[in-house]
């Protein structure tokens, strides 16, 4: 007999089946017998597939294989008019719940990078706003020339999801580093990707991120080291997961996630503006680094080179108390604790002066946090502390959303 949490995962991926459709790309490497295998497993479980194949697969597996396959039309001139449904084939990216990219080529990945549309998988993925999944397959030089490496960077940093080469015999005879990940595992990302999607579908969540700046006149401020690297890897999570997401930012040099409304602020003041303004909402997460001071008296010309200077600073605006104390109080509020001392002890007094919900602290006594992409934390929920791992900070926001996922079924089965 099946166990019941396998049995509602089931029930629950059948229904997403149902409704979401996948683009699948597919370029020409000798990688493509096994998109094959993809497809007749993607059709084995439900999902709605439209398949577009670049000129080059052609030279490996015939058109007519992926439309027995599919028991459907393909789709590989971006100029043809043969096509009796008279479909838009730009809608075909348009209207994808997912695209993937399998196997895609080098010359293919680096197309996408540099924004070259010159047939229709280019120019489908270049219209679309849909997630898109790349499962690269190539030699193992070419996979570590820093061109790919390079390109590979930038569609991560676009919020593409690269789906890891494995190691093994490559198709030139080679053993290395290149092979397309095993057509499980990606249908696993696949599952995993519609099955996250939908956790904080029709939740309104507000992040703060990255540093506030004080000013003390025209060129000069008052601020701090922090990159906003973290609370923007948490809004773009929390966004992939469905929910209705803003993201007010102090001054970085990170690339905002995409689907995401970016409130830009500089000062303290900024900050807690905006926040009141855009609640009610069911979270608040404050990850910005807000100066505890600012400048007494701003000086609207530059103050001029003397030998001494004292500065009179003042407190600044308490963001987070400020919104735990409103009575617009989201339900769920998660604050941010950074200590180069007495980490647990100082974050613990901390949640409760400011009466949050939840704290992640970490240390920055050597400053390696600092525009790192990794970092260690602290979980703390009513006083009880949790060490998570090191973690890559994307993985940190993946974590945080499961938790704000589990915090409201909670709340759900309370009221029930």
Known sequence: MESLAYTLEKNKLGNLKKKKRILVIVTGGIAVYKTLDLIRLLLKNEFSLDCILTESVKNFVSLITFESLLGKKVFSDLFASENSEKINHIELGQNADLIIVCPATANFISKMANGIAD??????????????FVAPAMNTNMLTNIAIRDNLKTLKKRGVKILTTTFGKLACGTVGNGKLLEVEKIFEHIKDHFLSSNLLKGKNIV????????????????????????????????????????????????????????VNVKTGEDF????????????????????DWKILKYSNEKIKKKKNMNLKLVKNVDVLKTISFSNLRPKLIIGFSAESQNLEKNSLKKIKEKKCDWILANSVSNQKVFNSNTNKVLFIDNNKVYKWPRLKKSEIAERLVKKISEFFKTERIKFN
Do not use: W
């Open 272 to 291: 807690l503006n905006f926040s009141l303004k855009n609640l009610p909402a069911d979270v608040f997460v404050s990850v910005a680094a807000i100066s």
């Open 119 to 132: 047939d229709l998988a280019s120019t489908v993925l270049l219209a679309t706003k849909s997630k898109i």
């Open 207 to 262: 992040v703060t991120s990255g540093p506030s700046i004080e000013n003390l006149d025209p060129v000069r401020f008052l601020s701090n080291f922090s990159s906003g690297r973290q609370g923007y890897e948490i809004a773009k999570a929390i966004s992939n997961a469905g929910a209705k997401t803003t993201l007010i930012t102090g001054p970085t040099s990170i690339d905002p996630p995409s689907n995401v409304k970016i």
